[in-house]
């Protein structure tokens, strides 16, 4: 499936003339991406520990209990689905209308956890956990935050997809970015889980 | 070969069908990556040119205080303060990476690997507007109420949380943003560097037939991207601290002041790798062309290019041995300070080695390559005093430490760029530069260049604290020899900034009248001397195919002494 078949491509031709490159440019691309953005999320987690192993008393008093099992529920959520966008990948050169559905299915999935999560602040604030708050609060936000907004900014992406295999414009290469870019914000989120939660 | 070929003598568009292009599409909003390669390196040396003022303007101040400094006026402290805090991050961060990693980056890599554009065009084009954006934002600085931030360029909370010690807090909040907008612009320009050059090189161009300086470039970027996410996390929690009430860095509500220092040093060593290597590409590319010699040992530079990468991680706490940090951590952190000084004093071996029985041709891009070589050499060794934590205690935070990374940043920002900028000129242009003049500006730029540092080591080891206003307010730092030195420097710097005159002046005289350069005016092998001067849109009108690698100069028998990449036999 190479991108001169699906017709269509944004890329010049010194990104299309090479038969022999293992991997696709905007996959390439965005796994480099992901990389760099490894490291960010590694740095926020690693100042986080640092602030919390350097505390006296953890979690900082008079700050409430962050809800460990309804975000072990919307972990769940957003794992499967990933999955549901790994099989909507495969579905993807034999059955468009599969692949279709179940592109769809990921995205109310990502959407449902964040919205899921939104919910779960409003309550946290109204429990005194605020930015300002506490250490605590102030990295839970950020970190759980930014996570947030890159599954926004992936669901966009996903819905854009979407739109653009329904008019029949999909190329593989561009399936196979955002899709790694959502596979890195679904992979993450367990470890973020791990880290900031428990 | 068809030598001598005037520049724009065929259709400058290649096999792409002509199509006339606007003015703003083709110097503002292009995608070409050649015109992206200039609007970096212009926006490089005009703030270069912003940043060489400041210098100017401080200099006077520490040679003649209280005067009023011409073209200026009176430098008051916090007038001080911004401006050393901005000349620093200026030269770092908008001069050497968009000039020497954007600029060259983008100008060799599609030419050197032999293909017609980037990969990603517009996010290429993209790169270079936020990189712009940033510009504007960290000048826009000078002009908020209370003035732009003056923290020093590492900016250690508290000075640079805390309006309260900064006493500049839109300029503080302005200078954390433009930095994370210019680290977006170079990460979108490091994704567009690997991916060319790993997907789209040329039919036969193997992976040890890659030019030094594209493969220096693509490992820079991986440095740098791979170094600046803790960067920018911290970037975001001190943007945090100023503006929405949070303690990131407040010990006082729970917070680490010393996190700040580990996530902008984990970034901040690499980043000294990161404009190092383009440099250290640079002048491996010139030295064998002026040498007519093929390039000593290229894999056991590869090998010893990565192995500098990866150790460059795991030296950034020598920047903190007096920030109270375990000693016996910093014991560490001094081995393996140490141990970086071994691959790059390889480096200087190979050049030297590379040298060796060449037969030399002294022309300005050489000249430029071998002070390279020589100065960054003395920035090296002098580096080691400071690698070593017990030596460091006495000398952190003086002028020591500072004519230290001078003598490596103006050889890596300035010579590096100057050595590459005359090199490529006759391709960027389709004109040949002024020899003579070329080499009265290097003579006037090297010999200030040592009267001014190395004074400056000597006041650093009588205890020359930096980021002193006045040093009249310091009885033992304002004896007569040691503002007699100062007074010394400030000339120096004058002298220096003066011939870069005779620079401008040779651009502007080799743009207009300058001999027109052939497609190949140095003989050299690579890759971007095998189409015209200056390249048209696409670069070539058929793509070139690759036979060999990129060093092979004075083969035995051969008529010609270089064989360039893409001739069969």
């Known amino acids: 499936m190479t991108d001169l078949e699906q017709g269509q491509s944004p890329l010049p031709m010194a990104a299309q003339r090479r038969g022999d490159r293992a991997v696709d440019s905007r996959v390439l691309g965005m796994l480099i991406f992901v990389a760099s953005e490894t490291m960010f999320f590694a740095g926020l987690v690693s100042g986080f520990t640092i602030v919390k192993s350097g505390a006296m008393v953890w979690p900082p008093p008079g700050q409430p209990r962050l809800p460990i099992e309804e975000t072990a529920f919307n972990t769940a959520a957003l794992l499967a689905s990933g999955v549901l966008l790994f099989l909507a990948r495969r579905a993807f050169s034999r059955d468009r209308t599969r692949c279709s559905q179940l592109l769809i299915a990921a995205i109310g999935l990502g959407a449902f956890f964040v919205i899921f999560q939104g919910v779960e602040w409003l309550q946290l604030i109204h429990f005194g956990l605020t930015l300002t708050s506490s250490t605590l609060g102030s990295f839970f936000y950020l970190i759980v935050g930014i996570h947030a907004l890159h599954a926004v900014i992936a669901i966009a992406l996903m819905l854009r997809i979407w739109l653009r295999m329904r008019r029949g414009w999909l190329a593989e290469g561009q399936f196979a970015a955002v899709a790694v870019f959502w596979y890195f914000v679904v992979g993450l989120w367990p470890i973020l889980y791990l880290r900031v939660y428990l | ?569």
Not at chain 2, 349 to 372: E, H, N, R
């Open chain 2, 1 to 569: 070969m068809a030598e001598a070929v005037p520049a724009g003598s065929q259709d400058p568009h290649g096999g792409h069908g002509h199509h006339e292009q606007s003015f703003w599409s083709k110097y503002v909003f292009s995608t070409d990556h050649k015109m992206i390669a200039m609007q970096y390196m212009f926006t490089g040396m005009a703030m270069g040119m912003i940043g060489a003022f400041m210098a100017y303007a401080f200099r006077m101040q520490l040679a003649f205080p209280g005067m009023e400094v011409p073209l200026y006026g009176l430098v008051s402290p916090a007038n001080y303060n911004s401006l050393v805090t901005n000349h620093g991050t200026i030269m770092i961060f908008w001069v050497a990476m968009p000039v020497l990693l954007a600029g060259f980056g983008n100008f060799l890599i599609p030419l050197m690997i032999g293909c017609d554009d980037m990969v990603f065009p517009r996010i290429n084009r993209l790169s270079y507007q936020i990189f712009l954006l940033s510009a504007i934002v960290l000048l826009a600085s000078f002009f908020v109420p209370g003035g732009a931030f003056g923290g020093a360029w590492t900016a250690y909370p508290p000075l640079s949380s805390e309006a309260q010690y900064s006493l500049t807090p839109m300029g503080s909040s302005f200078w954390v943003v433009a930095v994370a907008l210019e680290f977006v612009a170079f990460l979108m320009g490091g994704i567009n560097f690997v991916t060319t050059a790993m997907n789209s090189r040329a039919p036969g161009m193997k992976m040890y037939d890659i030019p030094i300086v594209v493969w220096m470039i693509v490992i820079a970027s991986i440095l740098f991207m791979a170094s600046v996410g803790p960067l920018i996390a911290g970037a975001i929690m001190l943007f945090f601290d100023q503006n929405l009430g949070t303690a990131f860095y407040d010990p006082s509500r729970g917070g680490d002041p010393i996190l700040w220092q580990h996530l902008f040093w984990f970034f901040g060593h690499p980043e000294v790798y990161v404009v190092l290597l383009p440099a250290l590409g640079v002048t491996a590319e010139i030295i064998p062309v002026f040498a007519r010699k093929k390039f000593f040992a290229y894999k056991t530079v590869l090998y010893t290019v990565f192995a500098t990468g990866v150790l460059s991680f795991t030296v950034w706490a020598h920047h903190q041995f007096i920030a109270g940090i375990d000693p016996r951590m910093a014991n560490i952190f001094t081995v393996t300070t140490l141990l970086i000084s071994v691959p790059i004093a390889e480096m200087c071996f190979v050049y030297i080695a590379t040298l060796w029985g060449g037969s030399i041709t002294l022309s300005t891009p050489m000249l430029w390559a071998l002070a390279f070589v020589a100065e960054f050499l003395i920035g090296g060794v002098t580096g080691i005093f400071l690698g070593a934590s017990g030596a460091d205690i006495y000398m952190h935070d003086t002028y020591f430490v500072l004519a230290h990374f001078h003598y490596t940043f103006y050889p890596i920002a300035i010579v590096g760029t100057f050595a590459g900028f005359t090199f490529w000129f006759p391709k960027m242009f389709g004109r040949m530069m002024d020899d003579r003049l070329g080499k009265i500006h290097f003579w006037g730029s090297i010999i200030p260049f040592n009267c001014i540092f190395i004074p400056l080591f000597v006041l650093g080891m009588a205890g020359q604290h930096r980021r002193i206003f006045d040093f009249n307010a310091y009885p033992d730092l304002a004896l007569p020899w040691m503002q007699h030195t100062r007074e010394f420097v400030t000339i120096a710097l004058l002298v220096m900034l003066a011939f870069q005159l005779v620079f401008f002046y040779n651009v502007w005289k080799s743009l207009r009248k300058g001999e027109k350069a052939s497609k190949n005016p140095w003989k050299s092998n690579t890759l971007e001397w095998t189409t015209e001067s200056p390249p048209g849109h696409g670069n070539w009108a058929e793509l070139p195919t690759v036979y060999r690698g990129p060093y092979e100069y004075s083969v035995p028998d051969r008529e010609e002494d270089y064989w360039p990449q893409n001739q069969p036999s």
